[in-house]
């Protein structure tokens, strides 16, 4: 077993029934969903504070209030977008298997951080590039995308604490996203298990 990896029954929580298709390897739902929020945040938040110093077509005026707006259309639209879909594999998900393998949540984060750096890279560049016709609008348009993401993770931690169960996916349906046309369904296990909370964040000790 690889490192950064625990098997599903370990710790309270802890999970009994064979799974039908063998072993299978999991992450956490929560912190995919999560894993995107804060370089999209810090790129946005950075995007911006070079384009509020461009003047642009519009003027830095227009551009401000332009970005405002485009972060809380951003953010509702990200935090809102395949919601449905979340909820019906939540709700039909079936239990892990006993030697099912739980990944870290550190492991999940930077792999899932890596696998879209180069989107980053690109969408950080044309959010300043967009600041010469409309100053910090790309910028906050991205803050907006990471500010969505993380409150979507929030509302899975919920669903998650109502359900008293934790929610996984399986690692190889895992680059097309969490919900994406791959994934067939989650995987629940106890609330203990894993070593992330509800939601995806740090659990405490």
């Known amino acids: 077993m690889g490192r950064g990896q625990v098997r599903s029954r370990a710790g309270r929580g802890a999970v009994t029934g064979e799974g039908r298709r063998g072993t299978q390897s999991l992450a956490r739902v929560a912190v995919a969903v999560r894993a995107g929020a804060a370089p999209l945040w810090w790129a946005g938040v950075l995007a911006a504070g070079v384009g509020v110093w461009l003047p642009g077509l519009t003027g830095r005026r227009i551009g401000v209030w332009a970005g405002a707006a485009l972060f809380l259309v951003t953010a509702v639209a990200v935090a809102l977008v395949r919601r449905r879909r979340y909820t019906h594999f939540a709700g039909c998900g079936t239990r892990a298997g006993r030697h099912d393998v739980l990944q870290d949540r550190r492991v999940t984060l930077r792999l899932r951080r890596r696998a879209g750096r180069r989107w980053l890279v690109a969408a950080f560049a044309a959010a300043v590039g967009s600041s010469f016709a409309v100053p910090a609008a790309g910028g906050a348009l991205l803050a907006g995308a990471g500010a969505g993401l993380w409150a979507k993770a929030l509302w899975i931690g919920r669903v998650e604490r109502d359900a008293d169960v ?9 680059p097309g996203g969490p919900v994406g046309r791959h994934v067939k369904g989650f995987r629940t296990t106890g609330i203990a298990a894993g070593d992330a909370a509800p939601g995806g964040a740090r659990r405490r000790r």
Do not use: F, G, N, P
């Open 166 to 174: 934790l929610l996984w996916v399986r690692t190889d349906w895992l």
